[in-house]
């Protein structure tokens, strides 16, 4: 299930990346083996390549991005075969939430960003329960990743790896209420990881 072009790719902008931006990642032992959902905050551009970084260059990953990016043909090529399918943000895309799920039933783990958007002053965006929705219905848990928010070339970025989160809900497959429940629970423990209350 390897994406040998992801690994490829790792293992050329590796040291590019991490000289701009050197990294400081811990919790890295918190990342199970199995498919998990990885729900991290989001201050900037730059952030899914920083933990895509601090990953092993043969994680198994797919990453939820927003649909703009795959306007430019040659982008969208790149982004394809990383792994990356497209989200349209304003609405209630069905088939990105399908594909969403496929994948974490798959095996791959999901990297998210349960705010929806770029988000620079923690709290001023209420998490989205479509994050905990994905995790329940395909029945993985959630991985709390807190991306430092003050990203300056050449200074050191932290990313740090929470311990994993098992979504609380009742029934089959849960409620709408306890789907936000569960998104607002992780991003508490994302924050809290950067020592933001």
Not at 89 to 116: N, Y
Not at 162 to 190: C, H, L
Request: proline share 7%; aromatic share 10%; charged share 25%.
């Amino acid at each position: 299930m390897k994406n040998a072009y992801y690994t490829k790719m790792w293992d050329r902008l590796y040291k590019p990346v991490t000289r701009l931006y050197p990294l400081d990642v811990s919790g890295a032992e918190n990342v199970p083996d199995e498919s998990v959902l990885l729900c991290a905050n989001h201050s900037a551009w730059i952030d899914p390549v920083l933990v895509v970084a601090s990953l092993p260059n043969t994680y198994d990953l797919r990453i939820m991005g927003k649909k703009e990016l795959f306007k430019l043909p040659l982008l969208r090529r790149f982004l394809t075969k990383m792994g990356v399918f497209p989200v349209d943000r304003g609405h209630s895309d069905l088939q990105a939430v399908k594909t969403a799920i496929g994948s974490l039933k798959d095996g791959w783990s999901l990297l998210i960003f349960p705010e929806g958007t770029r988000v620079h002053h923690p709290g001023d965006v209420s998490p989205k329960g479509g994050a905990a929705m994905m995790a329940i219905r395909s029945g993985v848990k959630m991985l709390p990743v807190f991306i430092g928010t003050g990203k300056r070339l050449f200074r050191r970025t932290s990313v740090i790896f929470g311990e994993p989160y098992t979504p609380v809900y009742s029934g089959r497959k849960g409620t709408a209420e306890e789907y936000q429940a569960n998104a607002d629970e992780i991003m508490r423990r994302v924050y809290e990881l950067g020592g933001v209350k």
